[in-house]
């Protein structure tokens, strides 16, 4: 197996008139999630429209990937047709289990496939009968990661409207009460973008992962909780709208 397969193999109110439309959520409900919840989901934005995850999409991110593979010292991004088909099986088997549901990132403007992004880490409590929560379909929480986009995409609209479309998601369809976020603790950029959107700093974790360059990793963990979400939502319409 090519070592970098065993990086994605090992165990991120309706809008106001300027973003009219900017979410529509398709939902096809997947045989493979053990109902937990999850879906096949295509949700659209006025910039990007993230498509679930499929081998239709390998031409696309081998495309995207190899532009400037520099940007991804700290991410397990692919290369090439054997590394992305690897990525992909592996965001498919997890789709499988019920733990992730993972995204083609795609350019409304011309359709074409500008990085990826997925759902993953998805849990759902045991709730105790009588609770509020018992016996809901969606998850509890979850984490946002395997994010990465193209050269071109960088500094667009692209990764906010991502994020606003996943979160709106996240937190409304599926009504998590969390979702967190993980990056290498040398990633400044991600981190920037993290704290700019409004995720709260909770801390670093030592050697919580194996790093895109073979290392134990330390993590930098973000959060946003349920009661955060309104003020997160406005942010990020306002960086999608400063576009």
Known sequence: MNPLARVFLAPDER???????VYVATCRVSLHTGGMGTEDLLLSGRHVRLEPLSHHHVAGLVAASV?????YHWSPVPQGEAEVKAY??????????GTAVSFA?????????IGSTRFWNIERWA??????????PGPDVCEIGYTWLTRSAIRTAANSEAKLLMLTHAFEAWRVLR????????NERSRAA??????????????HRMA?????????????VEAEWPAVKERLRRLVDSR
């Open 67 to 71: 532009v400037d593979p520099s940007l």
């Open 15 to 21: 809008p106001r008139s300027a973003l009219a439309g």
């Open 194 to 207: 993290l704290e700019r959107i409004g995720g709260k700093f909770e801390g670093i974790l030592r050697a």
């Open 179 to 186: 979702v967190c976020f993980h990056t290498d603790v040398r």
């Open 127 to 136: 709730w105790p009968a009588g609770h509020a929560r018992y016996g809901r």
């Open 212 to 224: 895109a360059d073979y290392v134990p990793r330390d993590s930098v963990g973000y959060s946003i």
């Open 105 to 113: 990132t795609v350019r409304v403007e011309d359709g074409v496939v």
């Open 88 to 97: 992909i099986d592996a965001a498919l088997a997890w789709r499988d289990a």
